[in-house]
């Protein structure tokens, strides 16, 4: 024993070079899962504190609150300690004390806050003015946040001595946020603000705040949100309502997602590592026939078969540990700790045990029939694919908790399966080669010949190298598609999103955007914009008698649908103009016309009006609804308009209800005494704008809706997901909006996702659409939302972010698109993808010219023969060179195919975006023809350079050299 392991370990010392391949192969196959790990953590917490920036300033913060009257200094400084020893166990950041009164009223009917920060020149600029200086009980300096000071009640003992902007951007934000456009009153230091004599009966909340600290959060996320809990516990039990916000649950979603996208890395580096252990069995192919030789030496002289089993098992162990060991180093040297977290370490042991087992086989099996093995070894790849196909698709939910088998499954069997089946291919095609190389005139077509020939004859190397090669071609094809259709996902994600450049709706304060401003003003921001209106309403759809589902109903502008890029991947159809064209249906022409500059509406009435409240439903031209209240005097109504109409207005409608008195009255007597009332009834006669309308009422359910002008309703064309199309019966559906009569929907179109929307929807006219809905309930048909199209999408969204515009919400596909390919997740994807085609280029680049190398070594004998006999070193040198272009012949289309149904699987298969979140829309396949066949041109290409100079340096002795082995 001792001998055989002594010859096993002086052959690796005397001939190192045949085994470092094995060695370098071996040790990038255990640092590239190493590396996927150190860039996971890296990108979670980049993505963790990507997210929590993306947040507002208040949600980035802990804030703990206590709402009382005033306190008594020691009581308060028992809190404030108390605090702020709880919030240093989460964050290193100091906490700044704030305090704020509920909103109070001043002399001239307006309101303004009043509040308090320690430090307050800190978190303030002053912009006229000074900063306060002093604080007592009976005068208290402040400084006012705002332009218009509010007229104070004599006594308060508040006195402004300048006006300022908070800097801070965590000062009175989250649950301390004053509204806005209200002027904000801060004295410098809470303490002496709660001691305001005049205040002390006055309600007021006590609060600190302090930055969130990411890189505590981000290093142990489960810890810290269990720390936020304690402390929370700890506050809540020092006093009764002190209370700890903290943005636990952003920090749980993110770290989720994070986690999400990263489990992903998986992907590549199993196809990588399975690539790099094919690598050191090529290398082992090199070294074989030497070892077979060696192993025979050994059987001549008396070994029995299980000394032989050792020397091969110490050959092939020792090279695969060393290459672990190295690999193992490099990585914690380079990446640290985290490079083996998770399962790199589980997964880099199953490298090692696999590289040493085909180390072993590849040195000295020698199966009867090695066509059959590599046959059973792609059918069992095919089988157990099928088996782990069979389970379903990759779901954000299934890697939510845990890395799913078939992220890691998926690339090596196709890898491998693909690999050998290219290099099962070269025996059959290598002959056709030789035949059609005979059509070549002698002196070019005889070094050809005689390299496929030779191929041919022992194929072994050609196989190995075209299955390694092919498997190398593949991964560069998968991580280019693969990168290319994320990034492709992330625009289309932003397109579903924002489906034109902007999308502008109700901000904070709920106003809409035609109530900033009317929709011409829109189109004027930046020349040739083009605007969409939107209504949206949520409906409740009729299967049957007692069930109902609900659906998103969205009216939309049909040309708008024309400018929504990549339609067929967004929505999934086929033609937008077609989808426009389907939904495009005229709205009744109703109502009676309000000319432009009308401030005041009046009109003549016959008819009962006793205990009648009346109210004008006014539409303008923008599709804006608003209501006009009528105040009656004998029998005529008049109304005032808030502001004089600026464009042609209709009037489409007249709300008439029983007033809050009557009502009140009708509810005793059915409540009380159990006895009925009369129910409101009457024809009504309004005579007024040039117009005449009657109408009876019945006011059983307190109110109606009389409609101007009213026309026979047409059922509504609509646009309809699957399973909302299932609803339908005679292909209509009844759409009820709360709660009133439903609206008779007519499917013209099933599409399996519309932009903007959720995964039930209707989508409509909005013109249709709106006036339906006000039939209904006048208001309901407003527009809530507009979508600009612009030639310059960038001067749109600055010019959206002045007053008064910047009341909106805003969103923009560009922003959108940018965060989504911003985010780290998607950047460290993308570095990945892009490190692992390297690194597959780097190796086949190599094997191409281990392959010349070695078939000159191997082929020693017979070259030397063939150059004695005459054949010209160029000869010889086209020979080794032609072997090396015939390899590449096979290997790169199988490799390209391999590739991009690799692609095609993960993109079908992996349902998870470069950002962690399910696609919407689906990924679709996106590889770049022109940009993957320069980056494969480039490396096959080095790899022949490389391989043909190693032919061209030899044979370049005046004389043949005759080889040792002769």
């Known amino acids: 024993m001792r001998a055989i392991l002594s010859l096993a370990l002086a052959r690796l010392y005397r001939g190192p070079t045949r085994w470092l391949l094995i060695v370098a192969g071996v040790a990038v196959a255990t640092l590239l899962p190493m590396s996927a790990a150190a860039t996971a953590a890296a990108t979670s917490t980049k993505a963790l504190a990507h997210g929590l920036a993306a947040l507002p300033p208040g949600e980035q913060s802990l804030i703990v609150s206590y709402p009382n009257l005033a306190m008594e200094s020691a009581q308060l400084n028992g809190m404030d300690s108390q605090v702020r020893s709880q919030l240093a166990k989460l964050t290193r950041h100091p906490a700044r004390a704030q305090m704020l009164f509920r909103e109070m009223g001043d002399t001239a009917g307006g309101s303004f806050f009043l509040g308090a920060a320690d430090d307050l020149a800190s978190g303030v600029e002053v912009t006229s003015g000074r900063l306060p200086a002093s604080c007592t009980p009976q005068r208290c300096e402040v400084l006012l946040i705002g332009q218009t000071p509010p007229k104070m009640p004599d006594g308060l003992g508040v006195e402004i001595v300048g006006t300022g902007v908070r800097t801070d951007p965590l000062l009175l934000t989250g649950t301390f946020e004053p509204k806005r456009d ?11 603000a709660s001691a305001i004599d005049s205040l002390t009966a006055f309600q007021r909340q006590y609060g600190w705040v302090a930055p969130l600290d990411v890189e505590r959060a981000s290093a142990d996320v489960d810890g810290y949100l269990d720390a936020s809990r304690q402390a929370g516990d700890d ?91 190295l690999g193992v180093l490099l990585g914690l040297a380079v990446f640290g700790t985290t490079a083996l977290s998770g399962t790199t370490s589980t997964q880099i042991a199953v490298t090692t045990v696999l590289a040493a087992v085909l180390l072993g086989a590849a040195l000295s099996w020698a199966p009867e029939h090695p066509w059959r093995a590599v046959d059973a070894v792609v059918v069992a790849g095919i089988v157990v694919a099928a088996v782990a196909l069979a389970r379903g698709a990759v779901t954000v939910q299934a890697i939510n908790q845990r890395t799913d088998p078939l992220l890691v499954a998926l690339p090596i069997i196709a890898i491998v399966c693909g690999g050998l089946l290219a290099g099962r291919l070269f025996p059959l095609v290598a002959p056709l080669g030789v035949r059609l190389t005979r059509r070549l005139p002698g002196a070019a077509g005889l070094p ?95 299967v049957n008698a007692a069930e109902t589902k609900a659906a998103e109903v969205v009216g939309v502008t049909p040309e708008a649908l024309t400018r929504i890029p990549a339609w067929d991947r967004v929505t999934g159809g086929d033609d937008a103009a077609r989808s426009a064209q389907l939904i495009t249906a005229a709205a009744p022409d109703r109502g009676w016309r309000v000319p432009a500059g009308t401030k005041n509406l009046a009109f003549d009435v016959l008819g009962p009006l006793d205990d009648l409240k009346i109210t004008a439903w006014l539409r303008d031209a923008g599709g804006r609804d608003f209501a006009v209240e009528l105040i009656r005097s004998g029998q005529r109504l008049t109304g005032e308009l808030a502001k004089a109409t600026t464009t042609e207005a209709k009037l489409f409608a007249l709300n008439i209800a029983e007033t809050a008195d009557y009502g009140q009255r009708r509810q005793h007597h059915t409540g009380e005494g159990g006895l009925d009332v009369p129910v409101l009834s009457g024809r009504l006669t309004v005579t007024g704008l040039g117009n005449t309308f009657e109408t009876d009422y019945e006011l059983a359910t307190g109110r109606m809706v009389a409609l101007i002008g009213a026309t026979p309703e047409t059922e509504l064309p609509v646009i309809v997901d699957p399973v909302t199309a299932t609803a339908a019966t005679g292909g209509k559906l009844q759409l009820s909006v709360q ?13 399996p996702r519309f932009p903007a929307t959720g995964d039930r929807f209707v989508v409509a006219d909005v013109r249709a659409l709106a006036d339906a809905l006000d039939a209904r309930e006048p208001g309901t048909g407003s527009v809530s939302e507009l979508w600009l199209s612009s030639p310059d999408p960038d001067a749109l969204r600055q010019n959206l972010a002045k007053s008064p515009y910047d009341q909106l919400t805003v969103r923009s596909r560009a922003q959108v698109e940018d ?37 000159r070594r191997d ?62 829309p689906p990924l ?43």
């Open 819 to 855: 965060q989504l390919a911003t985010d780290p997740l998607a950047v460290g994807a993308a570095r990945l993808l892009w490190t692992g085609a390297l690194v597959a280029l780097g190796v086949a680049a190599v094997a191409l010219v281990l392959l010349v190398i070695a078939e």
């Open 859 to 920: 082929d020693a004998a017979e070259l030397y023969a063939w150059e004695s006999d005459g054949l010209t070193p160029g000869a010889l040198r086209g020979l080794l060179f032609a072997r090396a272009t015939a390899v590449v012949a096979v290997a790169v289309p199988c490799g390209v195919l391999l590739g991009l149904l690799l692609t095609r699987l993960t993109t079908a298969l992996v349902l998870v975006t470069a950002v962690g979140s399910a696609p919407r």
């Open 448 to 542: 050809v010949r005689l390299g496929l020939s030779g191929a041919v004859r022992r194929p072994l190397r050609a196989v190995a190298t075209v299955a390694f090669l092919a498997a190398a071609t593949g991964i560069v094809l998968f991580a280019g598609g693969y990168r290319a259709t994320l990034q492709q996902g992330a625009v289309d994600q932003a397109t579903f999103a924002v489906p034109l450049d902007v999308s502008v709706r109700s901000g904070q304060n709920l106003r809409r955007p035609l109530d900033i401003a009317d929709e011409s003003a829109y189109a004027r921001l930046v020349p040739g914009t083009l605007t969409a209106r939107v209504v949206r309403a949520t409906a409740g759809i009729r």
């Open 924 to 966: 679709a396949l996106a590889a770049s023809p022109l940009q993957l066949a320069a980056v494969l041109g480039a490396g096959v290409g080095l790899g022949l350079l490389c391989a043909g100079l190693v032919a061209w340096r030899s044979f370049r002795t005046p004389l043949p050299v005759r080889p040792e082995a002769l």
């Open 182 to 192: 209200i002027p904000l009153l801060l004295a410098d230091g809470v303490a002496k």
């Open 739 to 751: 709660g009133s009569a439903p609206v008779t929907g007519r499917i013209v179109q099933v599409l």
């Open 235 to 325: 506050l809540s039990r020092y006093s009764v309502g002190l209370h700890l916000t903290a943005p636990d649950e952003v920090l749980r979603s993110e770290h989720d997602r994070a986690q999400r996208s990263t489990r992903r890395f998986d992907l590549l580096s199993g196809a990588a590592t399975a690539l790099l252990v094919g690598f050191a069995v090529i290398g082992a192919v090199g070294a074989r026939r030497d070892h077979r030789a060696v192993v025979a030496l050994v059987r001549r002289r008396g070994a029995p078969a299980r000394r032989l089993f050792t020397l091969t098992a110490v050959t092939a162990v020792i090279p695969v540990l060393i290459g672990t060991v």
